[in-house]
């Protein structure tokens, strides 16, 4: 089955303690991001990548980092989380049309 | 990549056809059309994809004019469980660019 797979799915950290949020498809797909999306603000893009070892911002970038060593997977990090990145984050493969995780719940404390 | 413009709210009736029309003035020659669904707290789901002309699957339609100036998403007799919001998308398929989802369209189906 074809497949978006996040984790964690939800998690309650505080500031300044670096987290991983780790994505995984298995659609051999080339094109992976990132999104996070808050009320009122719609979904919006933080990273890209075109390819391994490829990898672009988007709208929103500040405060993340991004890697791609592997074509299936597409790690977010917040080396340093702040509050205002609570939010709802998306990872998603694949272009026109993508296939979205479920989401990861992450609050900022 | 095309900007689009589509009405934040739109309200209907169970049973009823709703079309959802969104606007991409700039479409390229290359690019597609592609409108997702999305529930609250979950991920956008692809819906339907088109070129030109019409496209039909089990869940949608999409009309496409021949200037491709704008696309309308038609969802046959809906009911409560339709109430989501859907966001246009224009671009190349395969492509390589940041994408920009915008606000989308918020429906609210009623009994």
């Known amino acids: 089955e074809a497949q978006v797979t996040q984790n964690p799915r939800y998690l309650i950290t505080v500031t300044g303690k670096k987290l991983t949020v780790t994505c995984s498809q298995n659609m051999n797909h080339e094109y992976m991001s990132w999104y996070r999306q808050d009320p009122g603000l719609g979904l919006r893009q933080i990273y890209y990548?075109?390819?391994?070892?490829?990898?672009d911002k988007g709208d929103v970038p500040e405060g993340y980092k991004v890697s791609r060593k592997e074509k299936r997977n597409f790690p977010l990090i917040l080396e340093s989380p702040s509050p205002n990145q609570t939010s709802l984050y998306f990872c998603?493969?694949?272009?026109?049309?993508?296939?979205f995780g479920d989401g990861t719940r992450l609050s900022i404390l | 990549l095309a900007k689009t413009t589509q009405p934040i709210s739109m309200d209907s009736y169970e049973g009823q056809e709703v079309n959802i029309t969104c606007s991409h003035n700039n479409i390229a020659t290359n690019d597609y059309i592609t409108w997702y669904q999305q529930f609250p707290s979950q991920g956008p789901r692809f819906i339907i994809q088109?070129?030109?002309t019409k496209v039909t699957n089990e869940v949608a339609s999409l009309f496409i004019p021949a200037d491709r100036k704008s696309s309308t998403l038609s969802l046959p007799r809906v009911s409560l469980s339709d109430t989501a919001v859907y966001y246009c998308l224009v671009g190349e398929r395969g492509g390589a660019d940041g994408l920009t989802f915008g606000k989308g369209t918020h429906l609210i189906i009623q009994p």
């Open positions: 990548s075109m390819n391994v070892e490829v990898t």
């Open positions: 998603a493969s694949g272009y026109q049309p993508q296939h």
């Open positions: 088109g070129y030109k």
